[in-house]
């Protein structure tokens, strides 16, 4: 690490990870979700409690809640769910559940947050919903970044990248083996 490294702040360094593993994905994200994701990750080191949460009941709870607190109820459930997908997509086969549930539970939060938003705030929600998997690739290109790091197994690649057109997952299963990667459409019969 170089001394300017060192004497750099902490958002500073996250963006430099970030951009490293945009530029690593071949993804541009706009400077709102870039800047989203930096400071959730600089929220989530100072909260790294938030991985025992059980996702699915918090946003159950808070569909009975109002106002503020629902809408942080919703923010943390999908910022969580973009966490688990993209830097631990490990805890979702420990917890016997694909890493689409979390990517469909976050997508959902903030979508539900950007709906009940009456500002300028409810656009930024809306795009991270429209573009979590991209956000989720970027989080596991800065895990990946440790070549010492297998973050997807084959299958887990496989369903990404079939199911949520994940362009980690696809660069996974290109580098796992020397198949190009199909997936199998099915027409609906009348």
């Not at 938003?117 to 956000?135: N, T």
């Not at 690649?157 to 290109?174: C, G, I, N, P, R």
Request: hydrophobic share 40%.
């Amino acid at each position: 690490m170089s001394s300017l490294e060192l004497q750099a702040t902490p958002t500073a360094l996250w963006h430099k990870l970030v951009c490293d593993a945009e530029t690593t994905m071949n993804i541009q994200l706009e400077e709102g979700l870039q800047s989203y994701l930096v400071f959730l990750l600089m929220r989530f080191t100072n909260k790294p409690a938030t991985l025992s949460n059980i996702l699915a009941l918090d946003y159950l709870r808070n569909q009975t809640t109002n106002g503020a607190v629902r809408q942080e109820q919703l923010r943390d459930v999908g910022d969580q769910c973009l966490l688990f997908s993209g830097l631990f997509p490990g805890i979702a086969a420990r917890r016997q559940v694909q890493i689409s549930y979390y990517i469909d539970l976050g997508k959902g939060a903030y979508m539900d947050l950007s709906a009940s938003l009456r500002h300028s705030l409810a656009d930024i929600y809306s795009q991270l919903s429209a573009s979590f998997v991209p956000l989720m690739d970027v989080l596991q290109a800065i895990r990946s970044l440790d070549k010492s790091i297998t973050l997807l197994d084959p299958f887990q690649a496989f369903e990404l990248w079939s199911d949520k057109k994940s362009q980690h997952a696809y660069k996974t299963l290109t580098a796992t083996t020397d198949a190009i990667p199909a997936s199998i459409i099915s027409e609906k019969k009348h």
